[in-house]
């Protein structure tokens, strides 16, 4: 079972920032917080990853609480080709299942004109 | 970042015959490779991982005499649906993580209807 919790869906103006949170309460100390994108009948598309430190990249920007009990994937200026389903997921850095991606429901952010 | 492609992109099948899709690292060697299904309106579920030269871990559930995988190279994943049937009309979704990588790449998917 996915170990994140997310909205299902949100709504966000063309031009304004993103922010989709997510929880991972129980999250352990050795496991990063990935998040992934999934446009319509696409592969997902990698964005960004962190362990606690606030991380950011071209795409978007990773801010995870001091407890790491939750974090927020904030996208700056959310275009329409930002629609699609984000996931939230937590994993650890090592092989075996333990290491596997495993997706829960996410959030389908729609971006509005 | 890291290219996956799968092919085909769609096949249309019989049930009863079998399906053959790819998936290639392009520009990586994939230690580890994932394969995953995704039905109509629900998230991606894991199916099986392989390690290069060895056999796959199969999910719970999922039949490893029906999906057979093969992991040949550093670069080449294979998925055969064997003797489909209706049922197994998805999206099918492969992945690739290098065995430094933090991040895992996905392909474009494939998609399987079976008549």
Redesign the interface.
């Known amino acids: 079972d996915a170990k994140t919790t997310q909205p299902t869906s949100m709504d966000c103006a063309e031009g304004r920032a993103a922010n989709l949170p997510c929880n991972h309460s129980t999250i352990s100390g050795n496991e990063?917080v990935y998040w992934?994108r999934?446009i319509h009948?696409?592969?997902?598309?990698?964005i960004i990853?962190g362990l606690k430190n606030n991380e950011t990249n071209e795409m978007a920007s990773l801010i995870i609480t001091e407890d790491r009990k939750s974090s927020t994937l904030i996208l700056p200026h959310a275009t329409l080709r930002d629609t699609a389903v984000y996931?939230c997921i937590v994993r650890v850095?090592r092989?075996g299942?333990q290491g596997?991606?495993?997706?829960?429901?996410?959030t389908k952010l729609s971006v509005k004109p | 970042?890291a290219v996956?492609s799968?092919h085909p992109s769609r096949v249309i099948c019989k049930s009863g015959t079998s399906v053959k899709i790819e998936c290639r690292s392009l520009d990586f060697q994939a230690t580890?490779m994932?394969w995953?299904r995704q039905f109509p309106k629900q998230?991606?579920?894991?199916m099986a991982?392989s390690n290069e030269g060895s056999k796959a871990?199969y999910e719970q559930g999922v039949e490893k005499d029906k999906f057979l995988i093969n992991h040949a190279s550093l670069t080449l994943s294979t998925l055969t649906v064997t003797s489909a049937h209706p049922e197994d009309s998805s999206?099918y979704?492969c992945?690739a993580r290098r065995s430094t990588g933090?991040?895992?790449?996905?392909?474009?998917?494939t998609?399987l209807t079976v008549t």
């Not at chain 1, 596997?100 to 996410?106: A, D, E, M």
């Open positions: 990063y992934y999934q009948s696409q592969g997902p598309q990698y990853h996931y850095l092989g299942s596997n991606l495993i997706f829960g429901k996410g | 970042g996956v799968q580890t994932f995953y998230s991606l579920m894991l991982t871990t999206f979704i992945s933090r991040e895992q790449y996905f392909g474009p998917g998609r």
